[in-house]
């Protein structure tokens, strides 16, 4: 089985685990970007990495690469192409353009250019061509422009591998899929020991560690990927590595606690759980988290509580206070992870912070820190082990 190259798209700040998963699963020549990572597959691993990569968001086969001066210059170079190896008359397609080019005002143009190439190319051959399907094409081409290079990919994923399929349809996502794999993967937890998520939202944390602690695959609840519909597909393969990955689940070993004082979230996370099929793995309850104490001597928490964008300052700051306070008092012998933009906000925990990571929640530059909640002080806890 032949070997190729390709880019696998993250979130900013989540490359390296990125970089342990594609370890983990054997792909070989990896190399971290900004916001990517490269490596080299064969089409079973291209397969397993679109089912199980919890950190990916698309997954990227280049075709074409060629320098350009000009933005008409794409469709030059593209008309060379011979498109037909990738798609046929019957298919749609689309083209998903990323655009970093001051002499390319906008991304637009650049994909209309290659459009433009693809379906002329078609015409001079067949005196016809394929239709563009925007929304839901059958071959979905990465256009990159890194100022002066240019890159044309095969996406292999079709929708965005962070959409699982458990969301309700319609309802807000405060926190995307990947952000939260990529955070619980962050902490080093697999299912060891009791998880909480205490301000657990529409349930996005829980779900994604009962998959984690299940050996789950992250895309477990998706029927269509990219790859199915390019001329290469080997449906026999596919069968084998779905196989493969029922072969490797096994019964979640711990007890995933998702709870919230706001009822409507409490609503959305039973929804969306009930949708992921872990009622039977998640127990969720209605409460403050001042109110919630573990039921295990060891233990995790992932914390995601408000930035201030809805609270006033005052109570935004005391809400965080409370939080380090009953940390401190309830939650000994646990690990807290909390990830907050409010750097005020944070200071007001009075907890140290063991640990540091910045990551990007949408638009929000966040910190996402570690709390050792030890028994007695800090420093009774050092002397112990020395």
């Known amino acids: 089985m032949s070997l190729f190259q390709i880019n696998i798209k993250t979130l900013q700040n989540l490359e390296p685990v990125l970089e342990a998963e594609l370890r983990e699963f054997g792909a070989a020549d990896i190399v971290p970007g900004r916001r990517i990572v490269s490596c080299t597959v064969d089409q079973k691993l291209l397969y397993k990495l679109n089912l199980h990569l919890r950190t990916a968001l698309r997954i990227l086969v280049p075709v074409a690469e060629f320098p350009i001066r000009e933005a008409d210059d794409i469709y030059k170079q593209a008309l060379r192409i011979d498109w037909t190896k990738y798609l046929n008359l019957e298919q749609t397609f689309a083209i998903d353009p990323n655009v970093n080019a001051l002499f390319i005002k906008h991304s637009n143009y650049a994909s209309l250019r290659l459009k433009d190439a693809i379906a002329d190319s078609f015409n001079q051959k067949f005196g016809k061509r394929p239709d563009v399907h925007p929304e839901n094409p059958d071959v979905l081409f990465n256009l990159h422009v890194d100022n002066h290079r240019v890159t044309i990919s095969l996406d292999s994923s079709g929708e965005s591998l962070n959409r699982r399929g458990y969301r309700e349809r319609g309802a807000k ?163 807290a992870w909390i990830i907050s933009s409010n750097r005020e906000a944070m200071n007001r925990i009075g907890l140290k912070p063991s640990k540091k990571i910045p990551l990007i929640n949408g638009t929000y530059e966040c910190r996402f820190q570690q709390y050792q909640l030890f028994r007695g002080s800090r420093k009774d806890h050092v002397v112990s082990q020395l």
Request: proline content about 6%; overall charge negative; hydrophobic content about 40%.
């Open 173 to 335: 996502a405060p926190l995307n899929e990947v952000l939260a794999a990529g955070m619980i993967l962050l902490t080093g937890w697999r299912g060891e020991t009791d998880f909480y998520d205490p301000m657990c939202g529409s349930g996005t944390l829980p779900i994604e560690a009962s998959m984690i602690a299940q050996n789950l695959p992250a895309q477990f609840l998706r029927s269509k990927f990219g790859f199915m519909r390019w001329k290469d597909f080997d449906a026999q393969l596919w069968k084998v590595v779905k196989q493969e990955a029922s072969a490797g689940m096994r019964k979640q070993p711990c007890r995933i606690i998702a709870t919230d004082a706001d009822p409507r979230q409490l609503r959305s996370a039973k929804i969306n759980i009930e949708l992921a099929g872990f009622e039977d793995d998640i127990e969720i309850a209605l409460r403050d988290f001042t109110e919630t104490s573990p039921i295990s001597e060891q233990g995790i928490l992932i914390i995601n509580p408000p930035y201030g964008e809805r609270i006033e300052e005052e109570n935004l700051l005391q809400l965080y206070k409370n939080m380090g306070d009953h940390l401190k008092k309830a939650w000994s012998g646990h690990q």
